[in-house]
């Protein structure tokens, strides 16, 4: 007979592949030529020759430079960017498998193979703002996550390693390094966190303490060539070609009430399901069985039980579930591992999504980044919680299934990922029928009219590319640099006609440009940048052409090709 424990480990596994294999659907499809076209031009810059934070001003630049590598090894291979973006998938799925791991090892501390497994599976569900790419957003988000876990398990089960190099809280540290270059600011947390080690480490705290603060230097000491390289100078004026307008409000009162409005709008489930979660706890200890089979539905509690159809609504999901991680675990028995979870993991975590929410120019949206690793403390909280009831209950027969509850909150996480307009800026998945068959695009399936413009407008630019070095798209395709496989002709891969940008665009293009060289303009963008109803200083462009850049490519630029909503032109 076989054992109901071996039974459940079985469906837990079919289940977490099977979940694999739906992510692996889900990244053959949609193709995003702004953002996600973005996260790969900037390495691919690199790769090919240009500097970080010398050629390239763009402050998110920095989840870029993390890319590189995989990014030389891809190019290496191909010999161009063709197959990239789903290259690029697989690895943005590979890396948060290893987050899944971290989560995993730590979850089984305390809770069967079954359980841990499902809530490890829910940790490559999470594709924010609909852009499954490795940017500095999901960057930061993974390795965060993958610290913190890391340490909370050394936290609760803390073992002198026979070296030094194998400590886990100087590769927590490490990868805490990683998360602050790709998002700086997330630095208030990893300072966070070494304080947080201090308290919780018992007589260990020095030397936990400063193996966490020598992996955070190790990776300083990595990548410090890279601004060495670029001098005091080229980092100033990183910094102020990102400053634009408002966009670095200072922390005022009225900001910090606008985005608290603003964060309880978009979570407005919140009080509701913190109610309900504080009533089952209240009634667990005199109605056990019946609360505890209502437990593992508390995910849906977070936005409903109806699976969205916008991108954006994960975020809310996520961030309203991560605020009920602290209170599930105030319901724990076992107060050790609560104090581990709640200080060591639930403070970092609160600290990092007020400040990806405070700096994000996304707001309220960007919270989920930095509260993503609280949302899988709140499973795994939730979970112990169900698993300390089942013990209470007299039908043994119903404990060995409960072992599954994560999946409530796993088949949620995957709804938010595979709904039908999950795509930003495209059509719903269903009308993704036709696949891409050559070019950075190959093997993703996008619309029959978007892979027909894409294959229009890559013959027209490999067809006048030969000959050029650089290539500029303007303004709002970053895709193009993809498809041309040439270095950008201008201070970002990703070009806007904003105020701290305009003269350093027109000096780089006045400064690096070559006969031969390769002009596309997106004329759609372009008129309706020139055509905005807003003041003239947002975009010093309210006639037509009246851009520095503009007045730089009529001077140096021969029309060469024209076709449906771009233009196409030669350095001369």
């Known amino acids: 007979m076989i054992a109901p424990g071996a039974v459940t480990r079985w469906v837990a596994t079919a289940l977490a592949v099977t979940t694999a294999v739906v992510m692996i659907w889900r990244m053959r499809h949609g193709a995003d030529f702004t953002d996600e076209a973005f996260y790969l031009a900037v390495p691919l810059r690199f790769v090919l020759g240009d500097r970080p934070f010398v050629d390239e001003l763009n402050i998110t630049q920095t989840g870029g430079v993390l890319s590189v590598p995989f990014v030389k090894v891809w190019t290496l291979l191909v010999g161009s960017a063709t197959g990239i973006v789903l290259f690029a998938r697989v690895l943005y799925l590979v890396f948060f498998g290893l987050v899944g791991f971290a989560v995993f090892r730590f979850a089984r501390m305390r809770l069967p193979y079954a359980t841990s497994i499902l809530i490890a599976a829910a940790c490559i569900c999470f594709i924010p703002y609909g852009l499954p790419g490795l940017s500095y957003n999901t960057w930061s988000s993974g390795l965060f996550t993958l610290g913190l876990f890391v340490s909370a398990r050394w936290l609760l089960a803390p073992v002198r390693p026979p070296a030094f190099y194998r400590h886990p809280l100087l590769w927590a540290g490490l990868a805490h390094g990683a998360a602050a270059f790709a998002y700086p600011t997330m630095s208030v947390a990893a300072v966070t966190t070494a304080c947080v080690i201090a308290v919780l480490a018992g007589a260990e ?233 050559e070019g950075p695009y190959k093997g993703i399936y996008t619309t029959p009219e978007r892979k027909a413009a894409l294959a229009e407008l890559s013959a027209a630019v490999l067809a006048n590319a030969q000959q050029a070095s650089r290539a500029l798209f303007y303004f709002d395709f970053p895709a193009g640099y993809l498809v041309s496989y040439r270095r950008p002709l201008i201070t970002s891969a990703w070009t806007f006609a904003l105020p701290s940008h305009l003269e350093p665009d027109a000096r780089f293009f006045r400064e690096r440009a070559k006969p031969g060289d390769l002009v596309v303009r997106d004329d759609a963008r372009w008129v309706s940048m020139a055509n905005a109803t807003q003041p003239p200083d947002a975009y010093l462009g309210a006639g037509l052409g009246g851009t520095p850049l503009d007045l730089e490519v009529a001077a140096r630029c021969d029309l060469v090709q024209k076709g449906r909503g771009w233009s196409i032109y030669r350095v001369r």
């Open 205 to 437: 705290r020095v030397r936990a303490t400063l193996c966490y603060a020598a992996g955070g230097l190790l990776f300083a000491l990595i990548i410090s060539p890279v601004f060495v390289s670029a001098g005091v100078a080229h980092l100033r004026e990183v910094v102020a070609y990102t400053t634009v307008g408002d966009q670095m409000a200072m922390a005022t009162t009225t900001r910090l009430a606008t985005l608290g409005g603003a964060w309880l709008d978009m979570n407005r489930q919140l009080a509701l399901a913190a109610f309900v979660v504080a009533f089952a706890m209240v009634l667990l200890r005199r109605w056990p069985t019946l609360v505890g089979l209502g437990l593992p539905f508390i995910p849906l509690l977070a936005h409903g039980s109806v699976v969205p159809t916008r991108n954006l609504a994960v975020m809310g999901f996520m961030s309203t579930f991560a605020v009920l991680g602290p209170l599930l675990c105030f319901g724990l028995r076992d107060r050790p591992t609560a104090r581990v979870m709640l200080v060591g993991i639930g403070v970092p975590a609160t600290v990092s999504g007020v400040i990806t929410c405070w700096t994000s120019t996304n707001t309220v949206l960007a919270s989920a980044i930095g509260l993503y690793p609280l949302a899988h403390l709140a499973s795994i909280a939730l979970a112990m919680l169900v698993d300390q009831t089942t013990k209470q209950w007299r039908l043994r027969w119903l404990r060995p299934p409960m072992a599954l509850s994560p999946v409530i909150f796993l088949y949620a996480a995957l709804g938010y990922a595979t709904a039908d307009k999950t795509c930003i800026r495209e059509a719903p998945l269903s009308a993704m029928t036709s696949v891409v068959a």
